[in-house]
């Protein structure tokens, strides 16, 4: 898990724009909603948008912390098993596809 926070939920590290992926038309976009536990302040969601956005093909990254879920568009379906690394060298948790 991540370390940024403290155990009352507050943020150790102050937060920062992250830069989205490039933008592609809708008609080429797949947009999956993913689960990722872990995440509890606006340090998570920077770092998993930039780290996320940085994967081939990724157009656009959405952090909701509090549904615990990811939203990604990209030009195709992405690779499951890099979307986990990444998220897990982010330090946080993939657990699924989001309900």
């Known amino acids: 898990m991540s370390n940024c926070c403290t155990p009352d939920g507050s943020c150790s590290t102050s937060s920062t724009n992250a830069t989205q992926g490039a933008t592609a038309t809708v008609a080429d976009a797949r947009t999956t909603v993913y689960a990722v536990a872990g995440m509890t302040c606006g340090h ?12 081939d093909d990724v157009q656009s990254v959405e952090v909701d912390i509090a ?10 379906e992405l690779d499951y098993a ?18």
Do not use: F, M
Not at 44 to 55: M, P, Q, R, S
Not at 67 to 76: H, I
């Open 82 to 99: 890099v979307l986990a690394k990444v998220v897990d060298e982010a330090g946080y948790e993939l657990t699924g596809h989001a309900a």
């Open 67 to 76: 549904a615990g879920q990811v939203t990604v568009t990209s030009g195709d």
């Open 44 to 55: 998570c969601k920077t770092t998993l948008t930039k780290a996320i956005g940085e994967i």
